[in-house]
């Protein structure tokens, strides 16, 4: 009987003290799972304001991810939680995308050169000296802008449907490379009229993808949203015009990965009508330390192998960082 009621008093106590170790470590958990949360931050850089997402431990490696037209940081919601427990992860919008200032055309100059001088100057005010570089779209002439003026900062570059290569530039541009040639209100209307609607926004998102209904349609209400503020069409017009500035600096960035050989994963949708598949393999021929992944889906390749491209950038900085 005496051995019985011991066991039961063991049994008791041990129950016990997993009921508290469990909730000991949960408690544990759910404190770490906060202080990675995403925080939702401003900052004033020169005139205008930008907004940034933040998360991870500011003393891990920094992964600085760099959106793409016509979207913005949000474009990065889940994919920052996907890093930030074991990296700092920073997200900034643009200056006329997403939450950051919208100053007007006739404020503010919006070309390649200024978004990544605001871009580096913001870094260097959050305390950013050493990153990787994440780059989609519009966020490669911008990254490789500061890549390319400021090796000793880049650790590694992500890049993800981002050209630096002409073969990259296919049908898709030809009425942008008339606005470059000919900047006439007959060509703007034809870019605007083309690429600024809602039909648009939300082909950009949904073509190539291999299943449209893992697509939130969120996406292209969030970015058309923006898009329709009273401005905002003759600011992405102007830096239609502004893409012009990129190809001459081609050969500049190509050097800077010939000379300097940063680590680099490139991680593409195939099916991306804007920046197509043929974009992607230039890069074999500068750069010796590349790992490289073609996607079965299109241009936001997020949206829908989002999982698998976070565990591609987590293999990939741990050997490289």
Avoid: C
């Avoid at 991810?65 to 994919?79: A, V, Y």
């Avoid at 990129?246 to 960035?253: A, D, E, F, R, V």
Wanted: charged share 20%; aromatic share 12%.
């Amino acid at each position: 009987m005496e051995n019985n009621k011991l066991r039961l008093s063991m049994k008791t106590a041990l129950l016990a003290a997993a009921i508290i170790l469990g909730a000991l470590g949960s408690a544990l958990g759910s404190e770490t799972e906060a202080g990675n949360a995403t925080q939702h931050k401003t900052v004033q850089v020169g005139d205008v304001e930008i907004f940034y997402r933040e998360a991870g431990p500011v003393d891990a490696p920094t992964v600085v991810l760099l959106h793409g037209f016509p979207t913005s940081s949000h474009m990065f919601r889940n994919l920052i939680p996907a890093l930030s427990d074991r990296y700092h992860v920073v997200a900034p919008d643009y200056p006329g995308f997403g939450n950051s200032s919208m100053p007007l055309v006739d404020e503010f100059d919006y070309s390649f050169d200024n978004l990544a001088a605001i871009v580096e100057n913001f870094l260097d005010i959050i305390g950013v000296s050493e990153f990787s570089l994440y780059v989609m779209d519009y966020g490669a002439p911008v990254g490789f802008r500061i890549a390319a003026a400021s090796p000793e900062k880049v650790q590694g570059l992500i890049v993800q449907n981002g050209n630096a290569y002409d073969e990259g530039l296919r049908e898709f541009w030809n009425p942008i490379k008339a606005f470059w040639a000919d900047k006439s209100d007959e060509n703007a209307k034809a870019l605007r009229d083309g690429l600024l609607t809602i039909g648009a926004t939300k082909w950009q998102y949904t073509t190539g993808m291999r299943n449209v209904e893992a697509v939130s349609p969120d996406n292209w209400v969030i970015d058309q949203s923006k898009l329709d503020r009273p401005g905002n069409k003759d600011i992405q017009v102007e830096l239609f015009y502004s893409y012009g500035t990129n190809p001459p600096l081609y050969p500049q960035w190509q050097e800077y990965f010939r000379t300097y050989q940063p680590p680099t994963l490139i991680v593409w949708g195939k099916n991306d009508p804007i920046f197509p598949e043929e974009g992607a393999h230039p890069y074999k021929k500068d750069l010796k330390n590349l790992e490289f992944h073609i996607l079965d889906t299109g241009h936001f390749a997020l949206e829908e192998d989002g999982a698998e491209i976070a565990q591609l950038i987590r293999s990939f900085l741990k050997k490289n960082v």
